[in-house]
C-alpha cells in the first residue's frame, strides 16, 4: 500500500509541476502563440483546462499527502 502511495504522490506532483509552469501569469497561454490582446477575459479552452487541472492535482496531492499518515 505505501509504494503505491509512494507512486502515486511522484506522478502528481511531477504532473502538478508541469501544469503549474505551462501556464503564464498575468498573460495566459493566448500570448505565448502570438494572441495580443490586451485586455483581461475569462478563461477558454486550454487556460481553463490548465485551471481546472492545477485545481485537481493540488487537492490529489494534499489527499496523498494525508493518507501517508494513516499508512
Not at 1 to 12: D, F, S, Y
Not at 14 to 37: D, E, K, N, P, Y
Amino acid at each position: 500500500m505505501k509504494t503505491i502511495l509512494i507512486v502515486t504522490q511522484v506522478a502528481v506532483s511531477i504532473l502538478l509541476s508541469l501544469v503549474i509552469l505551462a501556464q503564464q501569469r498575468g498573460t495566459g497561454l493566448s500570448a505565448t502563440f502570438g494572441g495580443g490582446g490586451g485586455f483581461y477575459t475569462s478563461k477558454r479552452g486550454i487556460e481553463k483546462f490548465l485551471s481546472v487541472a492545477t485545481v485537481i492535482l493540488a487537492v490529489l496531492f494534499v489527499a496523498n499527502s494525508i493518507a501517508f499518515l494513516f499508512v
